[in-house]
């Protein structure tokens, strides 16, 4: 009985050992990252605004006390609308003086006319001098002239009139106001900026060292700051040969390759600045292994939920970030942390997060 006994001990032991040895070895839970390949270098991030590419700035033809200003800054105009006017008082007495003296001279030159056709009567009847109708037609000659330059003063001192209202030469944003009522303008002086609104353009400063060295086909991604997704793209159109003494940047404009309606004139953006390189795969510096002085990372095999080694290529290294030159492709999966413990062929279970 006692034999027996130890027989059944001896084979449930056995049994046990078996288990131990099949028992599988744990699935082991792991952050991974896409390998992503990047063809653009970043340049930097600048804030700007959105200006109009043609900016007109207006005075009065006259001198003059600022009487009104009809529109505000920021107010869309047609050609023609007015814009502001100066007290007319000086252009209307200068305009009815000038109707006064022509309508002396035209007076005198209806007598004038009169004193010709009598000479020139007396001297067909023969009582008349040759003397007193030459006098006479140069009398009317002298009053034709003067007729003339009386109607061309009144012309003028008309268009003086004119002058005292300022208009707009075209459809418009009123961008800027330069005076004030009341105050007095000589002629010429600026007084109001339009900016047309139909082409739009993007205004930065760029540092002087970054302007001095852009590279050929620099792409600019313009973006409103306030609606990251109201954006497009622009290319270089003018920069300022000198920088700014005080800031040392250099002014760029931008042509847009589309003028979205939420790219408004004055409104705030950002502008990224990125060029074209040869394509490079980038990972976090944590999913890089050193082992025996080689460098691997583990691949991770999403259908069957295993990690293998793979050896890859450092390219550099900067602020934990790793640029790998080989040995991983674009879009192919690997851990991120934990790789110190890793075995090859190792089960694993992916983090849902890290998936994303």
Known sequence: MKAVIALSAAVLLLAGCSKEEQAPEPIRPVLSVEVKGLDQQSLGRFAGNIQARYESTLGFRVSGRIA???????SQVEKNQLLATLD??????????????????????????ANARRQQELFDRGVGAQAGLDIAQTDLK?????????KAAVSQARDQLGYSELRADHAAVVNQWKVEVGQVVSAGEEVVVLARPDIKEAVIDLPAGLAETLPEGVEFRVQSQLDPSVATTGTLRE?????????????ARLTLRESPAGLRLGTAISVTLSSSIAQRLELPETAVQ??????QVWLVDVQNKTVNPRPVTVLSRDRGVVVLGSGVQAGERVVSAGVNSLKPGQKIKLDEASRQ
Request: hydrophobic share 30%.
């Open 142 to 150: 002298t009053a034709q002239a003067s007729l003339d330059q009386a």
């Open 290 to 295: 050193e082992v025996d002085g080689k460098t």
């Open 88 to 113: 007319p008082t000086d252009q209307q007495n200068q305009l009815r003086s000038s109707q006064g003296d022509l309508a002396r001279v035209q007076a005198e030159f209806i007598n004038a006319q």
């Open 239 to 251: 920069l300022e040969p000198r920088p700014d003494s005080a800031t040392r940047t250099r002014r």
């Open 68 to 74: 009104r200003r009809a529109v505000d800054v920021g």
